[in-house]
């Protein structure tokens, strides 16, 4: 591997200004190679795309369950918390029957929008995103069940409606628990496996995440070293979003704490 | 203002609240009662915070729930305003981003003062930019009233805004809502339970205990009714005489107790008592407590006087004698 093309320069800039010069694409780019950079940024890719799609959905189911009670309410928790209890293949499989190119809804998404989800980082991302929803939704709404009610009181004799209410107090309030939440679903989704391979199957440079490579390697004589270094990768990712979220988490309690 | 409760009832838990009134005032309305006797469920209830069992809510001939024929207005289209006890501010605002959260709904119709006018006037300027968790509980309660004011209401209901403040500053206040109440032709309906501050502020008055509604009028009428005086603790039972019999009182009316009242059979001179009233002897009541209740008829109206039987002896105070009463300015 080439030494740091950055750190060259240290002896004669200041240290600041050698380790600005050194930003974080440099490093990486000099840590791994081409083939682990691609599997890293499309696991990167995929896991970010699923925080994106199932943060509305998360909200909204979380924002529904911390309500007091509802008819239907047992169901959509069950719904919720489903993908937690299923085996992940199983997710991927229904996500096949469901959105697949034989199914009738893959097949109006073919037709009408070009949208083809089996073997594209779209596909994958749905499959993460179905997988890491329960955690989410989870955070989320605890965050919504521990804002005091009184400040949706105190928001309504200001003359705010529900939705009004809802975006001005709700969410500000539980911000600290939706950004919780994205970022375990993130670190999560960086290890799924089960349903994305399933679903969206090992395509490289399209829909290989980490875990789907580590295991491509283990399966292939001969790359044992590039097994290990691909589990180191996706350790440190998944170490890092969960201290981030930790971090986050603290600093918004911090700052709403009265 | 006007505000009619028709037979309204509302159920909350094992509490149930009754209410059938009507209140037209421009200025400050007393709620008083004793603790639990529902005086913060019934502000709620008018607040569209409760649901009506039955009955109706009505405020300046606009229905705003009938229960019988099932409308009701949700709370944040009454033109209602609350301040709550707790003062509830928003702790992921500023103070600033508190009261203009207030001044960005109301409705442009409606003339009130801006964030930074109300912050003058509240004396709060200095805090505009502070986030809210490091405000001390009187800033907290100025910040509250401010932010409803700013809100424009038709009518401002109060949960003891006051509770946190003592002494001066509690005095200070009081003043504060009864000139913003003018200023800003804002009517209020204030909770209370000190007996001071009941008529210190009021000049209508609605008095509850135990979930009722027992009597509703001018501060003066109610609180010259021979019930109200069982809504009190033994120790604060007085009469309430009108500001104008106080010089120099900026306030609706004061509550002189019987326990701070001093009589004399002969007229008291050299002494540093600041109010001595001339009267004649009207009733003498005897108490369980082995006290004397005296009333004395006075051009100020009646003043009720605890002295001892002994005491009661001495001056040879009976029905119709004159005898004089002494109050300390700082009793009052």
Not at chain 1, 191 to 218: D, R
Not at chain 2, 139 to 146: H, K, N
Request: hydrophobic share 50%.
């Amino acid at each position: 591997m080439t030494s740091l093309a950055c750190t060259g320069n240290a002896s004669v800039l200041p240290a600041t200004m050698a380790l600005r010069a050194c930003d974080g694409r440099d490093m990486v780019r000099a840590m791994l190679t081409a083939a682990e950079l691609q599997i890293l940024s499309t696991s990167l890719g995929v896991a970010g795309r699923a925080v994106l799609f199932s943060l509305p959905v998360a909200i909204a189911f979380a924002w529904a369950l911390s309500r007091r009670s509802f008819p239907g309410k047992s169901v959509l928790d069950t719904i919720a918390h489903l993908p937690l209890v299923l085996p992940p293949v199983l997710v991927g499989y229904m996500l096949l029957l469901g959105l697949g190119a034989q199914s009738p809804l893959g097949a109006w998404l073919k037709s009408s929008f070009g949208i083809q989800l089996v073997f594209t980082a779209e596909g994958a991302a749905i499959a993460t995103a179905v997988m890491a929803f329960p955690l989410m939704v989870r955070a989320i709404r605890l965050s919504f069940e521990a804002t005091d009610p009184g400040i949706f009181e105190a928001a309504s004799v200001l003359r705010a409606g529900p939705w009004d209410r809802f975006w001005s107090t709700t969410l500000p309030l539980a911000w600290p628990g939706v950004l919780a939440g994205a970022v375990t679903a993130f670190a999560a989704g960086l290890g799924e496996f089960g349903a994305g391979i399933t679903f969206a199957s090992n395509v490289e440079g399209e829909t290989q995440t980490l875990p789907l490579a580590i295991n491509a390697a283990l399966n292939t004589p001969g790359r044992d070293d590039m097994a290990f270094r691909l589990a180191m990768i996706s350790l440190v990712a998944a170490i890092t979003g969960l201290v981030l979220a930790e971090m986050l988490q603290r600093w918004a309690r911090r700052r709403l704490d009265a | 203002m006007t505000l009619v409760l028709r037979e309204a009832v509302v159920r909350r838990g094992g509490f149930r609240l009754a209410a059938d009134f009507e209140i037209a005032s421009e200025g400050v309305t007393v709620v008083f009662g004793p603790s639990g006797s529902g005086k913060s469920t019934l502000l709620a209830t008018i607040a569209g915070l409760n649901r009506l069992e039955t009955g109706s809510v009505t405020l300046n001939g606009r229905v705003l729930e009938d229960a019988f024929r099932k409308t009701r207005v949700p709370t944040h289209a009454r033109g209602i305003g609350l301040v709550f006890q707790d003062a509830r501010l928003f702790p992921h605002l500023t103070v600033r981003g508190n009261v203009a959260y207030a001044e960005g709904r109301r409705p442009a119709a409606r003339n009130a003062p801006l964030t930074d006018e109300i912050a003058r006037r509240l004396e709060f300027e200095a805090l505009l930019d502070r986030p809210v968790r490091n405000l001390s509980g009187g800033e907290r309660g100025r910040v509250a009233l401010a932010r409803a004011i700013v809100s424009a209401p038709e009518l401002l209901l109060l949960d003891e805004p006051f509770a946190a403040l003592d002494g001066k500053r509690r005095r200070d206040y009081l003043v504060l809502l009864r000139e913003l109440s003018r200023e800003q032709g804002v009517p209020m309906m204030v909770v209370t339970h000190q007996i001071d501050d009941a008529a210190e502020l009021a000049a209508q008055m609605i008095t509850m205990q135990d979930g009722r509604v027992i009597a509703h009028g001018s501060a003066g009428d109610v609180m010259a009714r021979p019930d109200f005086l069982g809504l009190l603790d033994q120790r604060d039972i007085g009469v309430r005489l009108p500001a104008s019999a106080l010089a120099g009182r900026n306030a609706e009316g004061v509550w002189v107790r019987a326990d701070s009242v001093l009589l004399a059979s002969e007229e008291p001179r050299g002494i540093s008592a600041r109010h001595v009233w001339r009267g004649r002897v009207a009733s003498v009541v005897r108490e369980a407590a082995a006290d004397v209740l005296v009333s004395l008829a006075t051009d100020a109206g009646y003043i009720l006087s605890r002295i001892t039987p002994e005491a009661l002896a001495d001056l040879r105070l009976e029905e119709g004698a004159t005898a004089w009463a002494v109050v300390k300015a700082h009793a009052l």
